[in-house]
T-cell receptor, first 114, second 113 residues
């Protein structure tokens, strides 16, 4: 069974640009969540999608957005990039209900904003 | 709001010895799940062990076990017979019905040969 796949693995962008990150969950998983990991703030929850609907959102500005497609693949977009957006972005998939709580993580996308 | 606290930024253990990583959390909910995840240098987060709050019995997975004290809101991880491959960042995490994992700040575990 293939794991969670995140693309690209590494990204360098300039301030003011926008970026789109992709996450393909484990087959059969309907929930995809996104986290930002930085040395200073640790792992911060961005949002969670289940069957194309956003069920929960973290405390991030509106520049951070996401969506989920009918095949459960998810994308995250960050517009008007700032230096502080440099981070490791992790995607996790799970069954999405209380009987399938384990989150399986991808290897992350390392975003560097210069 | 729920919070997860890991008060040990770094721990060291000799190979083959036992080490305990601490985690406390705060919540007003009665139904939730607790996890320990491991993040090696490869950055891949790997589930180590899971505990359902309604279960009084402490979870065990091979060399890994937890001490879950619900009243004290404490969830520590014990690693027995430590191996070099156990060296990693360990994150304690909380999950409730909001489908949002809340992570602690992590404990870096060093295993000394």
């Amino acid at each position: 069974k293939a794991g969670v796949t995140q693309t690209p693995r590494y990204l360098i962008k300039t301030r003011g640009q926008q970026v789109t990150l992709s996450c393909s969950p484990i087959s059969g998983h309907r929930s995809v969540s996104w986290y930002q990991q930085t040395p200073g703030q640790g792992l911060q929850f961005l949002f969670e999608y289940f069957s194309e609907t956003q069920r929960n959102k973290g405390n991030f500005p509106g520049r951070f957005s996401g969506r989920q497609f009918s095949n459960s693949r998810s994308e995250m977009n960050v517009s008007t990039l700032e230096l502080g957006d440099s981070a490791l972005y992790l995607c996790a998939s799970s069954g999405g209900d209380t009987t399938n709580t384990e989150a399986f993580f991808g290897q992350g996308t390392r975003l560097t904003v210069v | 709001a729920q919070t997860v606290t890991q008060s040990q930024p770094e721990m060291s253990v000799q190979e083959a010895e036992t080490v305990t990583l601490s985690c406390t959390y705060d919540t007003s909910e009665s139904d939730y799940y607790l996890f320990w995840y491991k993040q090696p240098p490869s950055r891949q987060m790997i589930l180590v062990i899971r505990q359902e709050a309604y279960k009084q019995q402490n979870a065990t997975e091979n060399r890994f076990s937890v001490n879950f004290q619900k009243a004290a809101k404490s969830f520590s991880l014990k690693i027995s017979d430590s191996q070099l491959g156990d060296a990693a960042m360990y994150f304690c995490a909380y999950l409730s019905g909001t489908y949002k994992y809340i992570f602690g700040t992590g404990t870096r575990l060093k295993v000394l040969a």
